[in-house]
């Protein structure tokens, strides 16, 4: 009996291996096995954006408020920096974002309103105005404004 991907897609995802490893090519549910490989990547994509935004939030928050700065900010930084290094030797081919400006307007967006939430402040600039190089610089930290 098949089990549906809408229903319980955990059991459903342990059907199609099952199914795959047993050669039983005719009962795989292609379309679906489709999808969820290309949301794989989309995953991938997300994290990455996700831990950018992190980092230049908190970028943004070491520059503009030097009086707040600290080792818990400081520690952030470093494990977003760590862990961007590690994505992208998993995963190489997210580098090519780094190229999209549209990827970086996003990024850059959700950056900018959670600095914005967490500081008060909202004359942040609206671009990023930094180099993909000072970002994941270990030795990098923007000076105050």
Known sequence: MAISYETDVVAWANEQARLLRAGRFDLLDIENIAEEI??????????????MAVL???????QYQPERRGNSWRRTIQIQR?????????????KTFFADEEWWESVWGDAWVGAARETGLDNFPETCPRTFAE???????PEGE
């Open 38 to 51: 290309e949301d794989v990547g989309k995953a991938e994509q997300r994290e990455l954006m996700g831990r």
């Open 56 to 62: 230049l939030a908190h970028l943004l928050k070491w």
């Open 135 to 141: 970002i994941t610089d270990d030795n990098w930290l």
């Open 82 to 94: 760590e862990q961007l290094r590690r994505a992208l030797k998993k995963t190489p081919s997210l």
